[in-house]
Protein backbone atom coordinates (compact mmCIF):
# COMPACT_ATOMS: atom_id res chain seq x y z
CA UNK A 1 0.00 0.00 0.00
CA UNK A 2 1.34 3.63 -1.07
CA UNK A 3 0.68 6.49 1.41
CA UNK A 4 0.25 9.82 -0.52
CA UNK A 5 0.58 13.06 0.59
CA UNK A 6 -2.01 15.48 -0.81
CA UNK A 7 -1.24 19.13 -1.32
CA UNK A 8 -5.19 19.96 0.43
CA UNK A 9 -5.23 23.06 -1.83
CA UNK A 10 -8.49 22.23 -4.26
CA UNK A 11 -11.81 20.84 -2.98
CA UNK A 12 -11.16 17.09 -4.47
CA UNK A 13 -7.72 16.53 -2.72
CA UNK A 14 -9.13 17.88 0.48
CA UNK A 15 -11.80 15.61 0.14
CA UNK A 16 -9.53 12.62 -0.70
CA UNK A 17 -7.31 13.81 2.01
CA UNK A 18 -10.24 13.87 4.83
CA UNK A 19 -11.33 10.24 4.12
CA UNK A 20 -6.85 9.37 4.99
CA UNK A 21 -6.76 11.74 7.98
CA UNK A 22 -9.96 12.86 9.97
CA UNK A 23 -7.61 15.62 11.44
CA UNK A 24 -8.31 17.75 8.05
CA UNK A 25 -11.32 20.47 8.72
CA UNK A 26 -13.60 21.05 6.25
CA UNK A 27 -15.56 23.81 5.15
CA UNK A 28 -19.16 23.76 5.33
CA UNK A 29 -19.33 23.40 0.88
CA UNK A 30 -16.56 20.74 1.63
CA UNK A 31 -18.79 18.83 3.70
CA UNK A 32 -21.68 19.17 1.12
CA UNK A 33 -20.06 17.96 -1.48
CA UNK A 34 -18.38 14.67 0.79
CA UNK A 35 -22.37 14.28 1.41
CA UNK A 36 -23.09 14.14 -2.26
CA UNK A 37 -19.88 11.51 -3.05
CA UNK A 38 -21.25 9.08 -0.17
CA UNK A 39 -24.77 9.67 -1.43
CA UNK A 40 -24.31 8.50 -4.89
CA UNK A 41 -21.73 5.76 -4.39
CA UNK A 42 -23.97 4.49 -2.11
CA UNK A 43 -26.86 4.63 -4.76
CA UNK A 44 -24.16 2.53 -7.07
CA UNK A 45 -22.81 -0.07 -4.46
CA UNK A 46 -25.10 -0.44 -1.65
CA UNK A 47 -28.52 0.61 -3.69
CA UNK A 48 -27.25 -1.83 -7.10
CA UNK A 49 -28.14 1.15 -9.10
CA UNK A 50 -26.26 1.01 -12.96
CA UNK A 51 -24.37 4.06 -13.08
CA UNK A 52 -26.45 6.04 -15.38
CA UNK A 53 -29.86 5.47 -13.24
CA UNK A 54 -27.60 6.36 -9.56
CA UNK A 55 -26.37 9.76 -12.12
CA UNK A 56 -30.33 10.22 -12.43
CA UNK A 57 -31.16 9.65 -9.18
CA UNK A 58 -28.40 11.59 -7.37
CA UNK A 59 -29.64 14.46 -9.60
CA UNK A 60 -33.51 14.46 -8.38
CA UNK A 61 -32.63 13.66 -4.54
CA UNK A 62 -29.14 16.27 -4.55
CA UNK A 63 -30.87 18.73 -6.97
CA UNK A 64 -27.59 19.46 -8.93
CA UNK A 65 -26.81 19.15 -12.75
CA UNK A 66 -26.05 16.76 -14.92
CA UNK A 67 -22.65 17.88 -15.11
CA UNK A 68 -22.12 18.02 -11.47
CA UNK A 69 -23.46 14.73 -10.81
CA UNK A 70 -21.49 13.33 -13.61
CA UNK A 71 -18.16 15.06 -11.72
CA UNK A 72 -19.50 13.50 -8.21
CA UNK A 73 -19.84 10.38 -9.54
CA UNK A 74 -16.24 10.32 -11.18
CA UNK A 75 -15.01 11.63 -7.36
CA UNK A 76 -16.61 9.37 -5.41
CA UNK A 77 -15.01 6.41 -8.10
CA UNK A 78 -11.80 7.44 -7.85
CA UNK A 79 -12.42 8.11 -4.10
CA UNK A 80 -14.26 4.55 -2.88
CA UNK A 81 -12.92 2.76 -5.50
CA UNK A 82 -13.56 2.11 -8.92
CA UNK A 83 -16.94 -0.34 -9.80
CA UNK A 84 -17.22 -0.02 -13.36
CA UNK A 85 -13.72 -1.30 -14.01
CA UNK A 86 -13.66 -5.02 -12.35
CA UNK A 87 -12.32 -7.95 -13.59
CA UNK A 88 -13.95 -11.57 -13.38
CA UNK A 89 -12.93 -12.51 -10.07
CA UNK A 90 -15.05 -9.21 -8.44
CA UNK A 91 -17.69 -9.79 -10.41
CA UNK A 92 -17.94 -13.27 -9.65
CA UNK A 93 -17.88 -12.24 -6.08
CA UNK A 94 -20.75 -10.25 -6.90
CA UNK A 95 -23.04 -12.68 -7.97
CA UNK A 96 -21.92 -14.71 -4.95
CA UNK A 97 -23.17 -12.16 -2.51
CA UNK A 98 -26.55 -11.47 -4.52
CA UNK A 99 -27.16 -15.19 -4.88
CA UNK A 100 -26.37 -15.99 -0.84
CA UNK A 101 -28.93 -12.93 -0.34
CA UNK A 102 -31.89 -14.67 -2.46
CA UNK A 103 -30.98 -17.73 -0.22
CA UNK A 104 -31.33 -16.10 2.72
CA UNK A 105 -34.46 -14.50 1.79
CA UNK A 106 -35.80 -17.79 0.77
CA UNK A 107 -34.50 -19.56 3.78
CA UNK A 108 -36.38 -17.02 5.63
CA UNK A 109 -39.47 -17.98 3.72
CA UNK A 110 -39.50 -21.55 3.98
CA UNK A 111 -39.31 -22.13 0.24
CA UNK A 112 -37.32 -25.01 -0.67
CA UNK A 113 -37.14 -24.65 -4.53
CA UNK A 114 -36.01 -21.84 -4.01
CA UNK A 115 -33.40 -22.32 -1.75
CA UNK A 116 -32.30 -25.04 -4.09
CA UNK A 117 -32.02 -23.07 -6.96
CA UNK A 118 -29.93 -20.12 -5.41
CA UNK A 119 -27.46 -22.50 -4.03
CA UNK A 120 -27.37 -24.28 -7.29
CA UNK A 121 -26.60 -20.46 -8.98
CA UNK A 122 -23.98 -19.87 -5.67
CA UNK A 123 -22.58 -23.40 -6.57
CA UNK A 124 -22.21 -22.60 -10.36
CA UNK A 125 -19.85 -19.64 -10.10
CA UNK A 126 -17.25 -21.85 -8.05
CA UNK A 127 -17.22 -24.99 -10.36
CA UNK A 128 -17.18 -26.87 -7.35
CA UNK A 129 -18.69 -29.82 -9.50
CA UNK A 130 -15.38 -29.90 -11.77
CA UNK A 131 -12.68 -32.29 -10.31
CA UNK A 132 -9.42 -30.09 -10.03
CA UNK A 133 -6.90 -31.48 -12.43
CA UNK A 134 -3.71 -33.33 -11.07
CA UNK A 135 -0.31 -32.45 -12.31
CA UNK A 136 1.12 -35.29 -15.04
CA UNK A 137 4.84 -35.08 -14.18
CA UNK A 138 6.32 -36.69 -17.51
CA UNK A 139 5.54 -33.37 -18.68
CA UNK A 140 7.53 -31.03 -15.90
CA UNK A 141 10.87 -33.70 -15.23
CA UNK A 142 13.21 -33.61 -16.70
CA UNK A 143 14.50 -34.88 -19.76
CA UNK A 144 17.78 -36.45 -21.69
CA UNK A 145 18.54 -35.06 -25.04
CA UNK A 146 21.04 -36.75 -27.37
CA UNK A 147 21.73 -34.14 -29.96
CA UNK A 148 23.80 -35.96 -33.10
CA UNK A 149 26.61 -33.30 -34.69
CA UNK A 150 29.24 -33.58 -37.10
CA UNK A 151 32.46 -34.13 -36.31
CA UNK A 152 33.39 -31.29 -37.54
CA UNK A 153 30.45 -29.44 -35.75
CA UNK A 154 32.01 -31.16 -32.45
CA UNK A 155 35.08 -30.02 -32.84
CA UNK A 156 34.16 -26.31 -33.21
CA UNK A 157 32.07 -26.84 -30.26
CA UNK A 158 34.59 -28.05 -28.45
CA UNK A 159 37.16 -25.27 -29.30
CA UNK A 160 34.27 -22.84 -28.15
CA UNK A 161 33.87 -24.42 -24.94
CA UNK A 162 37.48 -24.09 -24.32
CA UNK A 163 37.78 -20.53 -24.98
CA UNK A 164 34.37 -19.71 -22.60
CA UNK A 165 33.65 -17.29 -25.63
CA UNK A 166 32.44 -18.05 -28.81
CA UNK A 167 33.05 -15.11 -31.41
CA UNK A 168 30.54 -15.15 -34.10
CA UNK A 169 32.50 -13.00 -36.35
CA UNK A 170 35.14 -15.49 -37.11
CA UNK A 171 33.49 -18.61 -37.90
CA UNK A 172 34.22 -20.08 -41.08
CA UNK A 173 30.72 -19.09 -43.44
CA UNK A 174 30.39 -18.03 -46.68
CA UNK A 175 27.47 -16.03 -48.22
CA UNK A 176 24.88 -17.13 -51.08
CA UNK A 177 23.05 -15.82 -53.59
CA UNK A 178 19.08 -16.19 -52.53
CA UNK A 179 15.90 -14.83 -53.87
CA UNK A 180 13.41 -13.10 -52.03
CA UNK A 181 9.86 -14.49 -51.91
CA UNK A 182 6.83 -12.68 -52.61
CA UNK A 183 4.10 -14.92 -50.61
Known sequence: MELVKFDKEGTYPRI?????????????AEQEIKARLRHIH???????????QAIQIHMREMKVS???AYRDYNWAMQIFGELDKVDVQAERMILAECYWQLYLKALKKGDLEQERKALDSYKSLFNFDKEEKEIN?????AHEY?????????RMLR????????DFNEL????????????
Open 16 to 28: SASHIDESIELTP
Open 172 to 183: PAEEIDYEESEE
Open 137 to 141: FEKIS
Open 159 to 166: EAIGTGVV
Open 42 to 52: ALRMTNKYSKY
Open 66 to 68: QAT
Open 146 to 154: HIKMSRKGM
